[in-house]
Each structure stands twice: as C-alpha cells, then as structure tokens.
C-alpha cells in the first residue's frame, strides 16, 4: 500500500475501531433458488458447446484478419475492426444472462454516456463479476473496447486464452516489481484518444471471501486504514500506475458496485441459469478532473471509494437495493435474436466450410491454431510496418551520430 498510517489522525482512529464480522450480500426477500431440472441441465450443456465453438470459430477465422493484418498498417483500424466482430461474440453473455436465464439486471446510480474512455472499477464478489460489466458496456455502444487487468494464469484457458491475447487484456503475476513494466508497457498503447477504452480494474485483487476479509480487517486495523465489511482493501499501485499513464486520455472513472440477488453466482451457475435471480448494478461516474494526481492522494481516494463501496453493500443488506435504480433500459430482444442468428450462421457457414470444402480451409485454421497458440504464449501482437521502419530509421541516424 502507498499510504502511510501518519497520514491522517483519523483514518488511524477508523482503523481501531472494533472489527465487524464480515457478511454476505444476501436478499432477504426470499426470492427462491432456481432448482438445476433436467431442462436447465440440458440447455445448460448446449449452451456451453454453442459458447465453445462459436468462440473458436471467430477466434480462428477472424483473430488473424481482425487483429494481425490490418494492425500491419495501423492499430486503430485494427480495433476498430476487432471490436466490431467480437462484439458480436462478447453480446452473446448479456443474451444469456438477461433473455435466456431470465436474470433481472438493475442498473443505479448516474447514467453515463455512450463511448467514453473510462478506467472501470469494481468490487469482487466472485468469479463471474466481470461478465456482467459486459451488460453495461453493451448498453454503451463499448463492448468490443472493454479490457481488463487479469491474473495470468486465466491467460493458458483454452481458446479463451487466445480471446483475451486478442482483446488486448492485461495479465499479470501479482508481483508488483514484474506487473508494473507490463502494466506500463501495455497501457502505453491504450492512449490514443480515437479509440473508445473501457479499462475494467478490481482493485481488491480477488474476489471476497470471508477469510481473505478477516486478514484484510486485521492489516487495516494495524496501519490504520479504515475497517470494511464487504470487500476487502483494495490496492493501490496498479490503480495508480492506469491514472498516471492515461489520465490525459481519459473522460472519467466509472465507480461500480455489484451485489447479487439469490446468491453469488459461479460460471457454472450462469452457463445453467440457476443463479443469481437478480443482479445490481450501481455506477458512480467521476470526471477525471475530480480524481486526484499525486499517488498518496489517489491511493486515499481509492480507499474512501471502497468506504463507500462498503456502506453501499450494507445498505443493500438491508433494503434489498441500491438507491436510484431504473438508470438503464432493458436490452432489446430482437437485437439480441439478430445479433444470436448473426453469430450462429457464421459459425456454421465456416463450419461448413471447414470439414466439407477445400483443403485451404483446413489448412488456414491449423495455420490460425499455431498463430493464436504461439502469440499468446509469447504475448506477441505485431507492429505496423510503418512504425517499425521508422524506428529503424531512427536507430540508425542515432548510430552514424555517434
């Protein structure tokens, strides 16, 4: 942490307060637990080997044409290009979640505009968190600009793995003295203003449990750093490290607080629509104007935004809701069937096209296998070929000057 515990009288006499014990965001209006029938088993099934192979198939066939030959000539073409056809992919979640499980999504809070570039953050309450800032980002015209900072080993999925090497996200080790040259390294190339950023942040580092929450109470309880009950003290260098690098690109920060309406929902529950019944969803946006610049200043921000984030959970304890609900319409399900026949009669046309057309098909998909493999193994995302002479060029007038 960047803050020390002398820096303010108060914060060390919020860290003594006595501990509360952490607790569960729960509804208490006894909405019932979907039961996993044999009907939602089987269209769970299917809904995972759809998922699977629509993934792999836009991967194999459009990861290379998206997002290694137009990046030959330039980057933002090349987003704009991969944003465009993995939005298709991407929108598929919000579909099943919101159409398919029929799980209500209730969005609070200030309604922000379309097509910001934002640094997202969010607290952490289980594994399938950032799925769901996918509704929102579907909402805003952003879903194929959304990017996120993810522990590298969710970097070796299969074919997800390739998805997220494509998509451009951020992994890292949790080891701060290795993160943060990559971490540099690839916001550096998120500064250009013409391309719309959603940059997903959870500053908690991973999701909460009650005894991580414990061992977060008791070290904030010894530098003096305030007591949460509902999440955990989130970190700071990594937050810090986005502002400090693209503070002058971007419109605002976007404050989301999650909490979740039977249970927290793992992948699985999703894939078979058991859980959650109702997702909440609260959004603060704060112009970049508003968000401090030096480190020990924005680490504090940090955690009294996590303060907030704690007392919004507590109240949804309490009242079943967060403050200010109905900021988002609902999704159009005729875009949704659209944009679900979209995806699934390409899949089935490259299908097609693979096992029962010419051998070239199946000889670019092996080709496509080795490159997505390989690039993502190495974390290798090509130049365009006019910046890599002109910095050949530059190195070498450097060399004749010396």
Same mark, same amino acid.
């Given at each position: !942490? ?37 009907? @939602? ?68 809070? &200030? ?17 399938? &968190? ?43 080790? @949790?080891?701060?003295?290795? &993160? ?13 203003? @013409? ?27 010894? *530098? ?41 929902? +793992?992948?699985? &529950? ?71 026949? *979209? ?5 089935? !046309? ?30 290798? @995302? ?9 910095? !050949?060029? +530059? ?8």
């Amino acid at each position: !942490m960047n803050l020390k515990s002398k820096q303010s009288g108060s914060s060390l006499h919020r860290g003594l307060e006595m501990v509360e014990p952490c607790k569960p965001v729960k509804s208490s209006h006894g909405l019932k637990h979907r039961p996993l029938t044999s009907l @939602r088993l089987v269209r769970g099934l299917i809904c995972l080997v759809v998922y699977l192979s629509t993934a792999f198939t836009f991967l194999v066939y459009f990861g290379p044409v998206a997002a290694v030959l137009p990046r030959l000539v330039s980057v933002h073409g090349s987003r704009k290009v991969t944003s465009f056809l993995f939005s298709l992919w991407l929108a598929l979640w919000p579909f099943l979640f919101e159409k398919i499980n029929g799980t209500r999504v209730v969005f609070s809070g &200030d309604v922000v505009p379309d097509k910001e570039r934002v640094l997202v953050l969010a607290n952490h309450r289980t594994e399938v &968190d950032w799925m769901y800032l996918w509704n929102l980002a579907l909402r805003k015209g952003c879903l194929g600009y959304i990017k996120y900072v993810l522990k590298s080993s969710l970097m070796k999925l299969p074919i997800f793995g390739w998805g997220f090497h494509i998509l451009e996200f951020i992994s890292v080790e @949790r080891k701060w003295e290795a &993160d943060e040259p990559v971490m540099r390294k690839m916001l550096s190339t998120f500064k250009d203003p @013409r391309d719309p950023l959603w940059l997903a942040l959870f500053p908690e580092g991973t999701d909460f449990t009650e005894e991580k929450c414990q061992k977060s109470q008791k070290y904030a309880s010894e *530098v003096g750093l305030p007591i949460l009950t509902n999440v955990l003290l989130p970190k700071t260098k990594g937050f810090y490290v986005c502002l400090e690098v693209l503070q002058n690109s971007l419109d605002a920060v976007y404050d989301l607080t999650i909490a979740y309406k039977h249970q927290c929902p +793992t992948f699985l &529950d999703n894939a078979f629509g058991v859980d959650p019944s109702e997702v909440h969803i609260h959004v603060r946006r704060i112009p970049m104007e508003n968000i401090p610049t030096t480190e020990d200043e924005a680490s504090a921000w940090l955690v009294e935004t996590f303060k907030l984030k704690d007392q919004l959970l507590s109240d949804f304890q309490t009242e079943g809701h967060f403050p200010g609900e109905g900021t988002e319409k609902e999704l159009s399900t005729l875009k949704c069937l659209v944009n679900f026949l *979209v995806v699934i009669s390409l899949t089935a !046309m490259f299908t097609y096209l693979t096992f029962f057309r010419s051998i070239w098909f199946k000889a670019y998909v092996s080709l496509s296998c080795a490159y997505l493999a390989s690039a993502t193994y190495l974390n290798f @995302r090509p130049t365009p070929i006019f910046d890599s002479v002109q910095t !050949m060029f +530059t190195a070498k007038r450097k060399k004749e000057v010396k």
